[in-house]
């Protein structure tokens, strides 16, 4: 448990770092209307991944460095993806900042979710792997 | 091997997410509001003229001019005309039955793919689901039938795959190549694609393949050049010489594709495509393949990518008039399901070889589940507003056009030529008047020649017909294109005066008489 709360707060804090840092890059409109922008907001979850599984331990049951990185950047994008083409109109946020658009449109909100996200991932899957070796008695 | 619980699993839930979806595709037929497509009139003309006068022509006694898409559903009007069966109610019954028969098709593809019946259940429900199918259904255009039989032509392509070359059935392909080309031009080349790399892979069986190919397509499509060549006079049917005569904008068609793709195709891709990276980085082994498998997806993955290429670039400049609920684009429906059904089948292979930790697979397991119902999310979005397009286009026809053709039938004389700007629907087909189609579907000189708007107007005034019905976007300030404007302000329009106008906020038809 302690494992995932800690695996949940780094990613968290990565990814609101993140979002700062390339919130004003991205500009009011955040992660939508031209390409340029779309592509930036993929590019950015997949350094979330990327940095995400750099920084996991290795005892959560990948195979090596390699495939935590892949993995990461993986299902930080098909994570992004779903985030952004999920018809959600009543999760507009337009009071959030001033832009209009749905929930993650927004770097502030979908990187963050993001490192959440991976950051679960890989405490739950540490806590999984502590679980398997030293079991409850 | 599985636990009997899943087992039964596997059968249930395929069972249960197409009848919920069959379910919900019958209630929006129900629900309505029901409606028929400009086009759809335009082939009953065409039917019945040839059931009352014996001649396939758009006006009775001139010359012939093809202003219909395909020869299947004239064929069927025709046969309903004939026998006194309303002709638009059986377009509409054959695109319904269509509908519920290519998600069957669909679904029985899985077999021969060797995909698993969860991903035929989740492909077939996406195909009954598509908002835009029940638009396209009751239209009563030929749609639905093409797309089922692309998906049969498919489905006869990937079933050879699993014989021996030139072995068992060989008729089943080129006769659904060739009722392909029947139902609309560019049938030919899905229903060709496929024969063609059914005919690579059996190369060796060309004896036993060239009495069938010849007798089943060759000759058939053949005859129906020929037929058109001197009948009509063309080698294309005159809505492609309209099109063409059109200023589209390059990549239209792209565009509308790109937005059917989008909602349908583009999930299960890339949630295939995530998964295999997964599966392959953690060392995963999904099910080796068998060889016929694999030669029966890689015929549907090329004749689908040679009918796709070839028909965007004949559409890529094509003016795309009334192009609701993406109906260019949706001809590709049966073509992409199949895609569709190969992806998710992949994404379920390589996810039950992943060997990723639990709780990876678990949060995998939430991501695809919900990329998977993208689809269905973005269908049920789109449901409102097909109804609203359905009830609109219903509603103008009883407000607008109605009153016009029972003006027109009480006031007119039989012999009476009626100019139409452009939609050639239902007042054409009910009031049976010789009619000048500024359309350009209905007219080869329109379609052919007629490239700028005063030829148009010359032309309009060289017809010298007894009244024209137009079309208004932004009430007389402005019409359906530069040509309708140009003939509201020459000066010999004034021998015409205006008769009836049926406008809300500025959009209507405006009936001028001739004084």
New interface residues.
Partial sequence: MIKLAAGMTIGLLFGVVMAAVVAPYAGMNGFSGHAPAVALGYACSACVGCAMGLLAERQ????DR??RV??AC??A???T??LR???LPWLNLVWLDGTAGPLAELPLVVLPAVGL?LG??FG??R???REARYPRT | MQAPSMKRLDVIFPVLIVALSAALALATIIQGPQFHADDAYIVARYADNLVRHGQLVWNVGEAPVEGFTGYTLLIGMTIASWLHVPPLATATTMGVVSWFVGARVLYACHEPLGVSRFAGAVAASIFLCAAEQSTHAISGLETEFFIVLTIACAMAAVRRCHSEPGAGRLWPLPVLAMLCALTRPEGIVMGGSFLLFVLIRERMAWRAWLPVTTVGLLLPWGALQVFRRFYFGNFFPNTYYAKLGKSGDFGVFLASFGTHAEKYVVPALVAMIVVIVIVRVCGGKPTPLATSVRDSRRVVFLGAAMSYVIVAASYVRSDLVMNYSERFAYHFFGLSSLIVLVAVGELHRYFRAMTAPRVVRSCMFVLVGICLYLPFAHALEQRPRERIYRYGYSLGTVTHYVPVAQWLQEHFPPHATLAVYPDAGIVPYSTRLRTVDFGKLNDAYLAHHAHDPSAIVDYFFRENPDALMIYLVRGFNKTYDEGGDRLLADPRFSAYQLTLLSVDQGIGIALFVKR
């Fill in positions: 959560t049951g990948f195979g390699k495939a892949v993995t993986a299902v994008v098909l994570a993806y779903v083409s999920l018809p996200m679960g991932m739950g899957a806590a999984e792997r």
